[in-house]
């Protein structure tokens, strides 16, 4: 005769549970969705590549003091020197490491991007909820200054802003980029608003007496994850990409150290002709690198609300 062993069910007392349960009782839902959001863009071969250079560039930046060898201000070395044991990429015209800015000025790039980017992506947001969500005045109001910003070019402005203002700090930068880097993501933000506004559960929100904010912030926003990424990341690629071209132009601090800086000394050195090359394909490429990260990072965030388009 077989004997039977009763088994005690998953929730019982001395059951054993799952290998996932344990991480998932007991966390709050905020971190919960963290967790199974950086999940989902680790599984998607693009977005694990973005992250891995983001990751590289973030540690590089928060440890320069250990990695640099020298300080990225010091004027202690050879004037226009080419790439030596001591000085990895050369010097500049007045003497200082460039490995060393090239390491320190990963910060800024950093700063700039990410900053701008929040900033572009939360003015984006809320003009385009509350235009998507109030139709009327209100929505013609800010429709018509978000097509005038969408009408101006974004580098001619962002260079006249930058040469016009007495402070020429990283938080003017990073104010002066986002001002011009909201407009597309309000329009699109706008869109689908717009669309969700009509369905079942915004509509029973309103009718059980919730306030526009809330609707706007707790229900619709929500469904447009990927939306706000993808606006966010874009911001932050075309913020990296303003701040190199207005140190690049002289347009910055020159005491500030940053990879558009390096770029603007090679220029006035005129490291091609001297053999410092360098000088430029390095800054350029960790530039490049950059921008490429945040670009892969957001198809992984596409796949966070729509799973069509993740990776089996």
């Not at 009782?25 to 680790?42: C, D, E, K, N």
Request: charged share 10%.
């Amino acid at each position: 005769m077989t004997t039977l062993t009763a088994v005690p069910p998953p929730d019982a007392p001395g059951a054993t549970p799952p290998a996932s349960r344990p991480a998932a009782r007991g966390l709050p839902g905020p971190v919960r969705f963290v967790a199974r959001a950086l999940a989902t863009l680790w599984s998607n071969g693009k977005a694990r590549v973005g992250l891995v250079i983001l990751g590289l560039i973030v540690v590089m930046a928060v440890f320069a003091p250990l990695l640099a060898p020298h300080s990225p201000t010091a004027t202690n070395f050879t004037q226009n020197s080419g790439p030596t044991s001591v000085n990895w990429l050369g010097t500049n015209s007045v003497g200082q490491d460039v490995f060393s800015q090239l390491v320190y000025g990963s910060r800024v790039s950093l700063l700039v991007g990410l900053g701008a980017g929040a900033i572009a992506t939360l003015v984006a947001v809320t003009l385009g909820l509350i235009a998507g969500y109030r139709p009327g005045v209100i929505d013609q109001v800010i429709g018509f200054v978000t097509n005038l910003a969408l009408v101006i070019p974004a580098l001619p402005l962002i260079i006249i802003l930058a040469a016009y203002l007495q402070g020429r700090s990283v938080w003017t930068i990073v104010l002066v980029v986002a001002f011009t880097g909201w407009a597309t993501g309000c329009r699109v933000i706008r869109s689908q608003t717009a669309t969700l506004r009509t369905r079942e559960f915004v509509t029973s929100a309103v009718l059980s007496g919730e306030r526009l904010l809330r609707v706007a912030f707790r229900e619709i926003l929500p469904n447009m994850t990927s939306l706000v990424a993808a606006s966010f990341f874009s911001a932050a690629t075309a913020a990296v990409l303003a701040e190199a071209s207005l140190e690049f132009l002289g347009l910055g601090n020159p005491a500030t150290v940053s990879w558009g800086t390096i770029l603007y000394a090679a220029q006035q050195q005129n490291a091609l002709l001297t053999g410092q090359w360098l000088m430029i394909l390095v800054p350029g490429l960790a530039i490049a690198l950059l921008m490429v990260s945040l670009t892969l990072i957001n198809f992984g965030v596409d796949a966070l609300s729509n799973p069509r388009l993740r990776e089996k």
